[in-house]
């Protein structure tokens, strides 16, 4: 890396770790809780943002979900960031010094970030196109690091398929009451659950 690179690349990082300074949303279970046990969730990345034009705030939705599940259960510090986990808006292997960076903003030992890869719907009839059948997917990949080593801890992909009537609507808060009555918010939430006990597993499990 040549010397001016090295230089833009610290710039980027401090003007970086400023912008998420400004614009974070802090969350804590427990100030009691060891630092080791201390996580922030940033912003999903969203595929095709087409797909969830029926979904309130999707990109932010996600990782807050997650963390009030994981702030429920007060076993780790819970921090949520707005941005996404990348120089280039895409949910590609991190730098390690963009997750020591983001790690040291938000005093948190692991990261987790996360993609929604697939929220579209796929419309099926019959010889005649009398009926119709819809069908719509959830895929999710989540991945936690750990923010001081730059090690990728755990990556997971979640998926489902949901049938009938599949639209949710903006007008309804992500993961609240009238967006879970829905069949496909419903199958959200409880995705959620699995992806918030993987995250909680992976971080007790460390030392």
Do not use: C
């Not at 969350?27 to 912003?43: E, I």
């Not at 979904?55 to 702030?71: S, V």
């Not at 730059?150 to 992909?157: D, F, R, T």
């Amino acid at each position: 890396m040549t010397a001016l690179a090295s230089m833009v690349n610290r710039i980027a990082l401090l003007l970086i770790g400023v912008f998420f300074s400004a614009h974070s949303i802090a969350q804590m279970t427990d100030p009691g809780l060891p630092p080791n046990k201390s996580l922030v969730l940033t912003g999903f990345f969203v595929n095709k943002p087409v797909q969830v034009l029926d979904i309130d705030d999707a990109a932010q939705g996600f990782p807050k979900a997650i963390a009030r599940r994981l702030m429920r259960e007060r076993q780790v510090q819970v921090r949520t960031s707005p941005d996404l986990l990348s120089f280039d808006w895409q949910q590609d292997q991190p730098p390690m010094n963009l997750l020591q960076q983001l790690g040291q903003t938000y005093a948190s030992r692991y990261i987790v970030s996360g993609e929604v890869r697939n929220a579209g719907t796929k419309i099926d009839s019959n010889l005649f196109g009398l009926t119709h059948k819809s069908t719509r997917a959830i895929e999710l990949d989540v991945r936690i690091y750990d923010a001081r080593t730059g090690q990728l801890l755990a990556q997971q992909e979640f998926s489902s398929t949901v049938a009938g009537n599949v639209s949710i609507g903006r007008e309804h808060v992500f993961d609240g009451a009238a967006f879970n009555s829905t069949a496909y918010g419903k199958t959200i939430s409880d995705m959620l659950d699995q992806v918030a006990s993987l995250v909680s597993a992976t971080v007790l499990a460390q030392h």
